[in-house]
């Protein structure tokens, strides 16, 4: 069950797929709003007079790069959280589409409550972090991305690797500053400037920079950690 009214759009080129998710979607409890596009420009037209919450986008939509989509999307309406349904499992793409900004990415061979779990978390502002989030982040750290290009990379103090604690934890900005007894507006400054330290555009970069740095840690492949 969702914990708040969401409204969605679906983006996939194939109408027969786009009227059965939307059905299922509509008898779920909390959801009151979707529309459907087959295409880019017909979604971005429906957007621009639509308060949507969450988009779903089959990650073949547009026959366009995938990423070059979502960070189109991203630049139109960035208040929007996005959400992969994909036939391939490529941990590089889920990768790079982390990257880009998603909230998340559902192999279309699970079950719909997968999808649903998914809505939920990017309702409350989370990343859905499943099988193919890890191995996602694992595919980076063994490939060995290059955070700060000119291999400078500036460590963290003990105060920023507690707030990547908390944040790993989903914790909220309010949460994260209660704890740390700081104001909110100094825990955003302090995301922001660890984001420059480390050369990293996201969240996902600075999650995948505490990883890689052992300030968290993870089980690898394990789904059921992320659950």
Known sequence: MLSRPVRLAILDPHALFRSALRNYLLEQMNVDFIIQAGN???LLNK????????????????????IDTVK??????????????????????ISDLLEA?????????????????????????????????TEALYWNKQNSIDINRDGQLNGLNDREKKILSLIW??????????????????????????KEKIAVKSTIGLIKYAIDKRIIKVAARSSEAFR
């Open 40 to 42: 880019l420009p017909e």
């Open 47 to 66: 957007l621009g007079s639509s308060k949507i919450d969450i988009l779903i986008m089959d990650s073949t939509a547009e026959g366009k790069n995938c």
């Open 101 to 133: 900004g998603i909230s998340g990415c559902i192999s279309k061979s699970e079950e719909p409550e997968e999808l649903l779990q998914a809505i939920r978390a990017a309702s409350e502002n989370r990343i859905y972090r499943n099988r193919l989030f």
């Open 169 to 194: 934890e989903e914790k909220s900005n309010k949460e994260i500053a209660e704890e740390m007894f700081l104001g909110v507006r100094s825990i955003e400054k302090i995301r922001q400037d660890m």
């Open 72 to 93: 189109e999307i991203r630049t139109e309406c960035p208040y929007i959280q996005i959400l992969i349904l994909s036939m391939s499992t490529e941990i590089d793409l």
